[in-house]
C-alpha cells in the first residue's frame, strides 16, 4: 500500500467539472520605474524543521526530533504556506507559469517536512501525545487545503494560464502540473458559489477529524481486541516460536506468567489459524477479529462510518457528482464505478466457481479427517493448510528456515533490483531511526551515484497500524534538489529473543511487494513534486508493487535467498517445484476475499446523498450478499468496521485498484516473458518508461508506450488459475 500524504499542496490530479465562465485577473498597470518589486512578507520558521536536515538526504534527525516539535511546527506551516499561497494569488504581474504554477510547486516546503514525519510516526510508532496532535491538526489542515482550493484569486490566475496553454509554450511536464492543478481545483469546488464552498469547507473539516478518530479508533481497537489465553494447551498445533511469541505477548501487556496473546492482524483472516489446531482456539480468535470494532464500546466505528458515507456523498453531490465514487475515480484509469464495477463482475463467475469447488473439497476432507462438522470460515486456513500438504506434499513449516527476513531483504529484493535496475545497496548505522527495529540502508545507482536512502521497519506493534506499506520522508524532485528517502513498514510477527528472524512466504511476499512501492518512489525522475514518483493514481500507484511481486519466485532470485537459516544449503528443488505446482491452489478464497471487499467499498461510495445514514451491519451484509461471491465460506478481506483503506488511508471507492493492477502487472510481467525476461535491458525499459515517470503522462498512454498493447486481463486469469 502507498500511503496518502496528510496533505498535498500541489495538487494532484482531478477531473474537472462541467466549467462555467469565470473571469481572468485584472490587467496589471504598468508600474512606474521607480515603483519597488513585488515583495511580499512570508513568515518564518522556527524549530527543528524551520530548514532541511543537514543529514544525508536531508533525511530527518530522529535523534533530535521530540514529540512537543510537531504541533508547533504543523501550525507554523500552516501560517507559512498560506501567506506563500496568498503572495501567489495577490501577485501584481501577469500570470505566468512560472510566478503561479511553479510557485505552488516551491509553496509549503517546511510543512512538507513535518507533515511526511508525522505522518510516518502516527502510523508507525504512535503515542497518545501524537494521537493529540493528529486530532488537533487535521481539522486545520482541512482548512488549509480548502483555503488553497478554494482561493478565487488564485483559482483566477491558474484558470488564466489554463485557457491560455496553447501559446504558452510549455514543456510537457509544466502542460501536465497546470492542467492537473487546473482539474483539482475545479473538481474540489473553486467553481461554486460563496455559500456552497463554506458548506463544502465544513465537509471537508468535519471528515477529517472522523478520518483521524476511525484511524485511531482501529488502532486502539485492534490492540485491546487481542486473543488472551490462560494456559497453552489452547496453542496446540503453533510452532515453538509462534508460543514463543505468544508468550512474550502477555508479558509485554502485564499478565499473569502462563498467559499467552495472539494480537490481531489487519485482516479479518488472522495468520496462525492456518496452524491452530484447537477449534474453539480458532473460533475465538476468528471473532475476535470480526468482531474487533463492533464491541459497542469507545472503540466502536460504525458511528464514525454512518457519518463519513452520508457526508462523502452530500460532497459528491454538492461538487456535481451523483456518488462519491463518481468523484473519486474521475482521474483513475478506470474513470468511471461502472467501468471499475464491471472489471471486478468479470471475475465473479469463476471466483464463484472455483470458491464452490474449493469448499466442497474442504468439507470432503474434513469428513475424511473425522471431521463432524462443515467448514466455517474460521477452519477454512487450517483445513486448506492441511489438505495442501496431502495434494503437493507442501508444509509452510518446511519453507519457513529458508526465509529469513535479512537474507529475503538483501539477498533476494535487493538482489532483484540489482539484476534490473543496477542497483546496490549499503547498510548505514550512522542515520538516527524512530525506533530500534528499523535498519537503514544507502542505495546507489548503477553508475554508482547516490540514488537514495530506504528505511525498513518489519515487526508488529501495538501502536502500530495494521497491513504494510510505503511512503516518504523527503521526496524526488529536481527542482527543489532533493533525492529521495523512502520507508517500507510491515506487521510481521517479531520472533522471541534468541530465536532466528523467519517469516512466512506470503510476508516475503509482501517485502517485495512493498519493495515495488519504494522502487517507483527512489527511481521517480521529475521536475515537479506533485507528478513525482508515487504521486500517481490509485490504480496504477499499485502497478509497479504487484509488478516487482513477479521477481520472488524468478529462478535466480530464489536460488539466491532462499537458503536454510542454519546451513545456507539452497531451497531444495523438490521444495521449490512443489510451490510452483501448488501456487493454484486455494485462489478462489485468495482472489475473493479481495474482489468482496473492493466490492464491498464500492457499494458504500456509490450511496447518493439522499441515502442518509446507513446502519452498518445491515448494509454490509445486504451488499456483501449482492456480490454473487461465497461469502458465507469467504469472508471479506477487511469488514467495514475496520477497513482503514477506505475510511481512513485515501482508499475510498478504490480498493479495486489492488485487482485492477494486479491485470497490468500480470500482462507486464508477460511482456517480459515474451522479450528475454529479467534483463538489465528490460529492466532499464521499466525504469525509463514506468518507474521514473511518476503522472507525467497519461496512465493508459504510459503502459501503452511501455507494453506496445493495452493490458488484457488474460494473463492475470491465467496466474489465478482460473483460466
Given amino acids: 500500500m502507498r500511503t496518502l500524504p496528510l496533505v498535498s499542496v500541489s495538487l494532484l490530479a482531478l477531473a474537472a467539472c462541467a466549467p462555467k465562465e469565470v473571469a481572468a485577473p485584472a490587467p496589471v498597470a504598468q508600474a512606474a520605474p521607480t515603483a519597488a518589486p513585488y515583495a511580499p512578507v512570508i513568515p518564518k520558521g522556527t524549530g527543528i524543521f524551520a ?12 535523534s533530535k526530533i521530540k514529540d512537543s516539535d510537531f504541533e508547533p511546527a504543523i501550525e507554523q506551516g500552516i501560517a507559512i504556506q498560506l501567506a506563500e499561497v496568498d503572495a501567489i494569488a495577490g501577485n501584481p504581474a501577469a500570470p505566468t507559469f512560472e510566478n503561479t504554477i511553479e510557485a505552488l510547486e516551491k509553496s509549503g516546503q517546511m510543512l512538507t517536512r513535518v507533515l511526511n514525519v508525522f505522518g ?89 477529524t472522523l478520518s483521524t478518530d476511525f484511524g485511531q479508533y482501529l488502532t486502539k481497537g485492534t490492540k485491546d481486541g487481542a486473543l488472551v489465553f490462560p494456559d497453552k494447551a489452547w496453542l496446540a498445533g503453533l510452532s515453538a516460536a509462534d508460543v514463543a511469541a505468544a508468550e512474550r505477548g502477555a508479558a509485554d501487556r502485564g499478565l499473569p506468567k502462563g498467559s499467552y496473546v495472539i494480537p490481531l492482524q489487519n485482516t479479518t483472516q488472522q495468520p496462525l489459524l492456518a496452524t491452530m489446531s484447537n477449534r474453539k482456539a480458532r473460533q475465538a480468535l476468528f471473532e475476535k477479529s470480526w468482531m474487533r470494532s463492533e464491541r459497542g464500546d469507545a472503540n466502536d466505528t460504525r458511528g464514525l462510518i454512518q457519518e463519513i458515507a452520508m457526508l ?26 461502472a467501468k471499475a464495477i464491471g472489471f471486478l463482475e468479470q471475475l465473479v463467475p469463476s471466483l464463484a466457481a472455483a470458491q464452490q469447488r474449493e469448499a466442497a473439497e474442504l468439507n470432503k476432507f474434513i469428513k475424511a479427517d473425522g471431521g463432524k462438522f462443515t467448514v466455517t470460515p474460521a477452519d477454512w486456513d487450517y483445513y486448506s493448510e492441511k489438505l495442501r500438504k496431502q495434494k503437493y506434499d507442501l508444509d509452510q513449516n518446511q519453507i519457513k528456515p529458508y526465509l529469513e527476513i535479512t537474507n529475503v531483504l538483501e539477498n533476494g529484493v535487493f538482489f532483484a533490483a540489482n539484476q534490473l535496475y543496477g542497483l546496490t545497496f549499503k547498510k548505514r548505522t ?56 523512502v520507508y517500507n513498514v510491515e506487521n510481521f510477527t517479531k520472533p522471541a529473543p534468541g530465536q532466528p528472524a523467519l517469516i512466512t512466504w506470503d510476508d516475503a511476499n509482501t517485502m517485495f511487494h512493498e519493495f515495488g512501492h519504494a522502487l ?79 466490492l464491498l467499498d464500492l457499494k458504500w461510495h456509490t450511496l447518493g446523498a439522499d441515502a442518509g445514514k446507513q446502519d452498518v451491519d445491515a448494509f454490509e451484509n445486504a451488499a456483501l450478499g449482492s456480490t454473487g461471491l461465497d461469502i458465507a465460506h469467504v469472508p471479506t478481506r ?86
Avoid: C
Fill in 51 to 62: 530548514e532541511p536536515s543537514t543529514l544525508p538526504f536531508q533525511a530527518p534527525d530522529f
Fill in 120 to 208: 510516518a510516526l502516527t502510523s508507525a510508532n504512535t503515542n497518545d501525545t501524537l494521537d493529540g496532535v493528529d486530532s488537533r491538526t487535521a481539522p486545520k489542515l482541512a482548512g488549509m487545503r480548502d483555503s488553497i482550493l478554494l482561493n478565487d484569486k488564485l483559482f483566477g490566475r491558474v484558470k488564466w494560464l489554463y485557457d491560455n496553454r496553447a501559446s504558452l509554450n510549455l514543456a510537457p511536464d509544466q502542460l501536465q502540473v497546470l492542467t492537473i492543478t487546473y482539474e483539482q481545483m475545479v473538481k474540489n469546488g473553486a467553481m461554486l458559489s460563496a455559500a456552497d464552498k463554506e458548506t463544502l469547507k465544513g465537509i471537508n473539516g468535519r471528515l477529517s
Fill in 312 to 337: 462523502r456523498a452530500q460532497k459528491a453531490q454538492l461538487l456535481g457528482f451523483p456518488n462519491y465514487a463518481a468523484f473519486a475515480l474521475s482521474n483513475q484509469m478506470a474513470q468511471t464505478p
Fill in 430 to 485: 550512522d542515520i538516527p531511526t524512530y525506533h530500534p527495529d528499523v535498519t537503514v540502508y544507502e542505495v546507489f545507482d548503477a553508475d554508482g551515484s547516490e540514488l537514495a536512502l530506504f528505511y525498513f521497519d518489519p515487526w508488529k506493534r501495538d501502536n502500530k497500524s495494521g497491513g504494510a506499506w510505503m511512503s516518504n520522508f523527503v521526496d524526488q524532485t529536481t527542482l527543489l534538489g532533493t533525492k529521495p528517502v
Fill in 520 to 598: 517507483h518512489g527512489m527511481l521517480s525522475n521529475q521536475r515537479y513534486p506533485s507528478i513525482a514518483g508515487t504521486n500517481t493514481a490509485r490504480d496504477f500507484v499499485e502497478f509497479p508493487s504487484q509488478f516487482n511481486e513477479n521477481w520472488m519466485t524468478e529462478p535466480r532470485v530464489l536460488a539466491n535467498f532462499a537458503k536454510h537459516y542454519k546451513t545456507g544449503a539452497p531451497m531444495p528443488a523438490a521444495l521449490v517445484a512443489k510451490i510452483e505446482k501448488a501456487r493454484h491452489f486455494n485462489q478462489g478464497y485468495a482472489l475473493g476475499e479481495v474482489v468482496t471487499a473492493a
Fill in 638 to 723: 477487511y469488514r467495514t468496521s475496520y477497513f482503514r483503506h477506505i475510511w481512513a488511508n485515501g482508499y475510498a471507492a478504490g480498493y479495486y485498484a489492488y485487482s485492477w493492477t494486479e491485470m497490468l502487472d500480470h500482462d507486464a510481467y508477460q511482456w517480459f516473458v515474451e522479450n528475454g525476461g529479467m534483463t538489465r535491458a528490460n529492466g532499464q525499459r521499466f525504469r525509463d518508461m514506468v518507474l521514473s515517470k511518476g503522472h507525467s503522462l497519461d496512465y493508459a498512454d504510459m503502459y501503452r508506450a511501455f507494453a506496445g498493447r493495452d493490458p488484457s486481463i488474460e494473463p492475470m486469469l491465467k496466474a489465478r488459475g482460473l483460466k
